[in-house]
């Protein structure tokens, strides 16, 4: 698995030196953290876990230990306060939290699907299934930190824990603007599930009924849109970018006289004048910035719109039901395998591959065949996702 990306569950997974790996990680020791579970097969018989087993680190806080491209990284559990961009040690946060990653019935080790992405202010839910409230609190996860709710499409594992959390939603007294997208065409459905009990109702949710071939929502920093998949029922996609900016060059500074307050009058207005009264323009000290992406693909078969959606993207987190073996069912019930979501990979330049909605048939013996799969035509990061796993978005390429 050479390139690929490895990823522990949590720094107290029984049977994985868990007494090490948290004490490593009080210390601080990240690497001695990672040696620790390098190497080992993670058996099933090992996997079974507990959230409450979660490991602290160095602060004292909740963490996680996750290991990608060989190079461990501890995640701490955090709180947003109300109305703050969330951070750790000061930089934004762009991360996917798992909270589920089965597809169609939950099994012992995998929630119903159910994922956050974390991007700087905002939190998109993403297709929440049965037991996502709970899940939520396994992760760190608040209702105030949800300002979407996706749904790709209406079969119960995608949306099987809406109710829980608009509740949970109204419960907390979320006081911003929860928006709600889910295909049109389920629109009887998003209904009973926002309205299925009884419970003192909130007005912050919004629904945001989505049709047609491309739905683009401006929302805070970035821009979510949705595409259309191809599913046994009406099924969307999602995706999230940043607009392009500029990276300053500090050499160009440097070599024009442009320095402290000079520079943020530059940014703001284009143009500033140097103390030797000679002009200087913002494209003459700067480069052109992509903006970051990511993009959420649940139940589909391969179809345009899967790979309009991965086009470019930073982070791809793609349902990979099946492997090829099983193609076959993946053909009848509408869903891709490891080998397609690979593909779908590779064309698209995709930088992180994130794969999830599994079979139950397979275990976590069987994810090792997964990236194999992928390995055939695409060569960047995957994870394999598991539960309360936390994924960071790739650093900005230079
Ligand atoms: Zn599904
Ligand atoms: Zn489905």
């Given at each position: 698995m050479t390139g690929s990306t490895e990823v522990t569950g949590s720094a107290g997974i029984p049977g994985l030196a868990e007494t090490t790996n948290e004490e490593s990680a009080r210390a601080?020791?990240?690497r001695g953290a990672a040696e620790a579970t390098r190497g080992r097969a993670m058996s099933d018989a090992a996997w079974p876990y507990s959230p409450g087993a979660l490991g602290d680190a160095a602060d004292g806080r909740p963490a996680f230990l996750t290991v990608i491209d060989k190079w461990p990284i501890i995640l701490c559990r955090h709180r947003r306060p109300m109305g703050e961009t969330p951070s750790i040690g000061g930089v934004s946060v762009r991360e996917l939290v798992v909270l589920g990653t089965s597809s169609a019935v939950p099994t012992r080790h995998r929630n119903h699907n159910g994922y956050l992405l974390r991007w700087d202010g905002e939190g998109f839910l993403f297709d929440p299934g049965e037991g996502t409230q709970r899940q939520m609190l396994h992760a760190g996860v608040s209702a105030h930190?949800?300002?979407?709710?996706?749904?790709t499409h209406f079969h119960g594992d995608h949306c099987l824990g809406v109710p829980g959390v608009?509740?949970?939603i109204a419960r907390d007294k979320v006081n911003h603007e929860v928006r709600a997208a889910y295909p049109a065409s389920g629109e009887t459905y998003w209904r009973r599930l926002r309205n299925a009990s009884a419970f003192t109702d909130t007005d912050v949710i919004t629904p945001r009924p989505v049709s047609g071939e491309v739905v683009r929502w401006p929302s805070g920093p970035v821009t979510l849109t949705a595409r259309p998949l191809s599913h046994p029922v009406q099924s969307y996609g999602y995706r999230v970018d940043e607009p392009g900016g500029r990276r300053m060059l500090p050499e160009e500074l440097a070599r024009r006289g442009v320095r402290g307050p000079m520079i943020g009058e530059l940014?703001?207005?284009?143009?500033?004048?140097?103390p030797d009264g000679s002009t200087v323009t913002l494209a003459e000290c700067s480069a052109p910035r992509p903006g970051q992406s990511a993009a959420f693909v649940m139940d589909t078969r391969l179809c345009d719109g899967a790979f309009a959606l991965a086009d470019g993207v930073d982070l791809?987190?793609?349902e990979s039901t099946f492997l090829s073996g099983e193609s076959a069912l993946a053909a009848q019930y509408g869903h891709l395998t490891a080998a397609q979501a690979g593909q779908i990979a590779a064309a698209c330049g995709v930088r992180r591959l994130v794969l999830t909605h599994f079979s139950e048939r397979y275990t976590a013996a069987d994810e090792p065949r997964f990236v194999d799969e992928v390995r055939k035509s695409y060569a960047g990061d995957v994870v394999t996702a598991r539960d309360l796993m936390r994924v960071p978005v790739?650093?900005?390429a230079a």
């Open positions: 601080g020791n990240v930190d949800i300002t979407w709710i996706c749904v608009v509740q949970r940014q703001r207005r284009g143009s500033v004048t140097t791809l987190v793609i790739p650093k900005r």
